[in-house]
């Protein structure tokens, strides 16, 4: 049984992609197969089956979705300590984002992950550039949060 387990566990990215070439996996799939698999540690299989979804996202031109797996899957990588990787990725996504050409608001959902993702990064190798991107998701945060005719009270001691 446990073999058996194995080799579905194994198989389950070729499967995949032979379903993409027809054309009758959906995105959710892929995410609960991932989770699946990262809930029993199983990083490297879980980061395939998202990058199976980057590439699924571009091919369906699913932008929105593509850049989404492709920051879900940079969080997984920085859980597995890939940090060399997570770089590489966070520097297409970090492209993806900056030329958005949808929606300011998904524009800057997509930027708040991001950032998140940049501080972990950079908590982890270089503490001291910290600042700035903190600085940078404090403000894409308030444009978020606070309507743009709202003006924040300043309060003087």
């Known amino acids: 049984m446990i ?22 996996i959906l995105s959710m799939t892929l995410y609960l197969l991932q989770q699946i698999h990262a809930s029993e540690k ?6 395939s089956l998202l990058g199976v979804g980057v590439d699924y996202a571009h091919i369906s031109n699913a932008q929105y979705t593509r850049v989404l797996f492709l920051l879900s899957r940079c969080m997984l ?11 590489q990725l966070l520097s297409q996504a970090g492209h993806l984002v900056e030329t958005w050409p949808g929606s300011q608001y998904q524009k ?26 903190v600085k ?3 403000e894409v945060h308030w444009s978020i949060v606070i ?4 003006s924040i009270p300043i309060c003087h001691d």
Not at 3 to 20: C, M
Not at 42 to 47: K, P, V
Not at 77 to 87: A, C, G
Not at 147 to 150: H, L, M, S, V
């Open 3 to 24: 073999d058996s387990t194995r080799s579905l566990r194994k198989n389950v990215p070729k499967w995949v992609k032979i379903q993409l070439r027809t054309g009758q």
């Open 42 to 47: 199983d990083y490297e299989l879980a980061s």
């Open 77 to 87: 990588l920085l859980i597995d300590k890939k940090l060399i990787e997570v770089s």
């Open 108 to 133: 800057e959902y997509l930027k708040v992950f991001y950032l998140i993702l940049q501080v972990s990064i950079h908590t982890a190798t270089t503490p001291m550039s910290l600042a700035l991107l």
């Open 136 to 138: 940078e998701l404090a």
């Open 147 to 150: 309507p743009n005719n709202y």
